[in-house]
């Protein structure tokens, strides 16, 4: 019970950035989306002006199909948007644990004397960032087809050629990785997503307990977590990769991936309840 | 009774605490005084387990701590301990919702008699608002034992006056009380164990109804004669 009521009073806590990175994500997102296609018609209309080209048949004849991935160029306002969402809740990881302990109001010394296990705490703090996360990846999903309709209203059918939704994602190297269709490689990089984030958490741990001594414990426990976890990258690299199929690492990348975490977890739950110096 | 046994603690090479032994008996005051530095809050963060010990022992009625004791225990830090952008209504609301002892027809009370409004924001409290909250959030638990870390610090004469009033009151009845304080005139009367620590080590502790009626002295008497060699 406590670990929900802490859940609620840390997204309580989130309402409003996240409202926030959802009103710019989606402006950025369907501003994306305009302006990509007026910017395409526009270029089209000058190009029939000066090649007297009367009908956008002629046109796409001339110079081939307008397409909605043209939006998704590396330099786009949707990376922007994704890269502001990224950018403040790898921010929020850090600062999660920081607010309550530094300031004039030290919340962390009523948060850790609450009557209940202090695992609820960590729980909290670890899996209310991850929703706003998830929240995001939501409003993404929503918005690219929200997107492709823009560009649909602007572009005639004749101009553009329809790209299926997946195959848009499979061409933006950072959509490819938040909403990848493959399940596998879509584990394994939230896995190891939220791996760093208990290793951090670890690490934050660390230094709330041990503070200049648990900086230099960190960077040391992180680098042994982080090769841990890189191993089978390191298997795949050298002369032994014969040894293991693809389908042998994935998996013995995935047991090594919860190992770590497990063990980080049991860590930094042992730091909040016996360490942890305020 | 909270009993400290030959508790040490260190913050680096630092000897904060260098074996401190005392007891702090249910239905009494007892005062923790000391010049800065002396280890009197680093005590109470200890007992609350905020702060890890090296060695020696920390008893709650005979048991060693944990976390369901915060039902039972109540820490009063120097500094309010709620998010500077809460409401006081919503500290109540906060207190409620985790703590099944919290006394709300107290908090209300005491929201009365200190003259806060409950929908003031934490970080717009004077010093003295903050410190009065703070020992109403501490005093609306139906605790059994109440530890206050200077709970005059920086708190002008009315205010202080309306602090020590509360300790008189019924409100602290039955209950244990560690407090630490360098200002203890308007307290002295109410105190009944001292212990004075310098540096971590406890110089002197005794009962104050004794030193008054055995040797004639007030506590900043002794005080004055232990600080001042």
Redesign the interface.
């Known amino acids: 019970m406590?670990y929900w009521?802490l859940l609620n009073?840390e997204l309580k806590?989130l309402a409003l950035p996240l409202g926030i990175l959802v009103v710019i994500t989606t402006i950025l997102q369907l501003y994306n989306a305009y302006s990509t296609a007026n910017k395409e018609m526009d270029y089209a209309h000058r190009l029939m002006k000066v090649e007297h080209l009367s009908t956008m048949e002629q046109y796409v004849q001339a110079h081939g199909y307008f397409s909605y991935s043209s939006s998704f160029d590396e330099l786009s306002w949707l990376i922007l948007s994704i890269f502001i969402c990224a950018a403040f809740i790898g921010f929020y990881f850090v600062f999660i644990w920081y607010r309550?302990s530094l300031?004039?109001?030290?919340?962390m010394?009523?948060l850790?004397?609450?009557?209940?296990?202090?695992r609820n705490l960590y729980w909290a703090k670890l899996t209310a960032p991850l929703l706003v996360m998830l929240s995001l990846l939501a409003l993404q999903q929503l918005l690219l087809p929200i997107g492709d309709s823009i560009y649909q209203s602007i572009v005639p059918s004749e101009a553009r050629e329809d790209v299926p939704l997946q195959m848009l994602i499979l061409i933006n190297p950072v959509l490819n990785i938040l909403l990848s269709p493959n399940i596998v490689a879509l584990l394994l990089y939230y896995g190891t997503g939220i791996t760093a984030v208990i290793i951090l958490y670890t690490g934050i741990l660390l230094e709330r307990s041990y503070r200049w001594?648990g900086i230099l414990a960190g960077l040391i426990y992180a680098a042994a977590a982080i090769f841990v976890i890189v191993i089978p990258l390191i298997i795949l690299q050298s002369n032994y990769r014969y040894l293991m199929m693809e389908t042998q690492l994935t998996i013995f990348y995935f047991v090594l991936l919860a190992a770590v975490s497990s063990i980080s977890v049991w860590f930094s739950q042992y730091l909040l309840a016996?360490?942890?110096?305020? | 009774m909270i009993e400290l046994i030959d508790v040490k603690k260190r913050f680096?090479l630092k000897k904060v605490l260098q074996g401190v032994s005392f007891n702090a008996p249910r239905g009494a005051i007892t005062c923790l005084t000391g010049l800065n530095g002396a280890g009197k809050t680093t005590i109470l963060?200890a007992i609350?387990?905020?702060?890890?010990i090296q060695s020696g022992s920390i008893r709650i009625d005979g048991s060693a701590p944990h976390?369901?004791?915060?039902?039972r225990i109540v820490?009063v830090?120097d500094?309010?301990?709620?998010?500077?952008r809460m409401r006081i209504a919503d500290c109540f609301a906060?207190m409620q919702?985790?703590?099944?002892n919290w006394n709300s027809e107290r908090a209300n009370e005491l929201l009365a008699r200190f003259q806060l409004n409950a929908a003031d924001k934490?970080?717009s409290l004077s010093k003295g608002m903050a410190a009065k909250l703070n020992l109403l959030m501490g005093l609306a638990m139906d605790a059994d034992y109440m530890l206050l870390d200077e709970p005059f610090s920086g708190v002008d004469i009315f205010s202080r006056e309306e602090i020590a009033a509360v300790f008189s009151s019924d409100m602290v009845e039955g209950r244990g009380i560690i407090l630490t304080t360098h200002e203890i005139k308007e307290i002295e009367h109410l105190l009944d164990y001292v212990v004075m620590l310098d540096h971590g080590l406890i110089t002197k502790q005794f009962a104050s109804e004794d030193m008054r009626m055995e040797e004639g002295k007030s506590v900043v008497d002794v005080m004055r004669e232990v600080y001042k060699r």
């Not at chain 1, 300031?103 to 919340?107: D, K, V």
């Not at chain 1, 016996?274 to 305020?278: E, R, S």
């Open positions: 406590t009521r009073f806590r309550d300031g004039r109001h030290p919340f010394t009523r850790l004397m609450l009557p209940a296990s202090r001594s016996k360490k942890f110096t305020i | 680096g963060k609350m387990g905020l702060t890890p976390q369901a004791m915060y039902e820490y830090s500094q309010l301990t709620m998010p500077g906060f919702d985790y703590y099944r934490v970080n």
